[in-house]
T-cell receptor
Framework: DAGVIQSPRHEVTEMGQEVTLRCKPI?????LFWYRQTMMRGLELLIY????????DSGMPEDRFSAKMPNASFSTLKIQPSEPRDSAVYFC???????????????FGAGSRLTVL | GIQVEQSPPDLILQEGANSTLRCNFS?????LQWFHQNPWGQLINLFY???GTKQNGRLSATTVATERYSLLYISSSQTTDSGVYFC?????????????FGTGTRLTVIP
């Protein structure tokens, strides 16, 4: 398996523009997570899905952020309109059920580095 | 929610030295993982270790679930070990499926 695939790897945009980040999870993984990492706040969970259904979106900062998972192999995180404080690295990760017995690990993508000017 | 505390926050080692990183957590867990974030930002799973001891080359980890802590040992450190080490746990009590991350230990290995 190629692992968790994220695109773009780098995005530079201007304030007010729409940003769409994309993620392809590992085939067979039924959980998908979006994280944001900044120096100030560390690694934060934004939202996670189970079988394409959002389970917990309490970490989504505000209405400017939205996430979708139209099928088991694709998810998007959208920011509209973007602001400079959204600058961060956004990670997608996938897993099987972490609470189930067995070595179920969380696998991260390489991240998308977003800079909003 | 569960508290996950890692120590030390920063560690500087000479190449070849050994080190121990600690993770304390405030509630019972049924999943615990250690991750390494390399200087290029990539997050790699090192161990799945909700209890017991595991070894992988120069790295080993021990979790004492009853006392709510885990240790990551790095022996004969190399410059490639530099980066941030995160501990992440899944508490029994929530019924959720998301890991709670500590704030990490930043390790710098100097040649």
């Amino acid at each position: 398996d190629a692992g968790v695939i994220q695109s773009p790897r780098h995005e530079v945009t201007e304030m007010g523009q729409e940003v769409t980040l994309r993620c392809k999870p590992i085939s067979g993984h039924d959980y998908l997570f979006w994280y944001r990492q900044t120096m100030m706040r560390g690694l934060e969970l934004l939202i996670y899905f189970n079988n394409n259904v959002p389970i917990d979106d309490s970490g989504m900062p505000e209405d400017r952020f939205s996430a979708k998972m139209p099928n088991a192999s694709f998810s998007t995180l959208k920011i509209q309109p973007s602001e400079p404080r959204d600058s961060a690295v956004y990670f997608c990760a996938s897993s099987l059920a972490l609470a189930a017995p067995g070595a179920n690990v969380l696998t991260f993508g390489a991240g998308s580095r977003l800079t909003v000017l | 929610g569960i508290q996950v505390e890692q120590s030390p926050p920063d560690l500087i080692l000479q190449e070849g030295a050994n080190s121990t990183l600690r993770c304390n957590f405030s509630d019972s867990v049924n999943n615990l993982q250690w991750f390494h974030q390399n200087p290029w930002g990539q997050l790699i799973n090192l161990f799945y270790i909700p209890s017991g001891t595991k070894q992988n080359g120069r790295l080993s980890a021990t979790t004492v679930a009853t006392e709510r802590y885990s240790l990551l040992y790095i022996s004969s450190s190399q410059t490639t070990d530099s980066g941030v080490y995160f501990c992440a746990v899944l508490p029994y009590s929530t019924g959720a499926n998301n890991l709670f991350f500590g704030t990490g230990t930043r390790l710098t290995v100097i040649p």
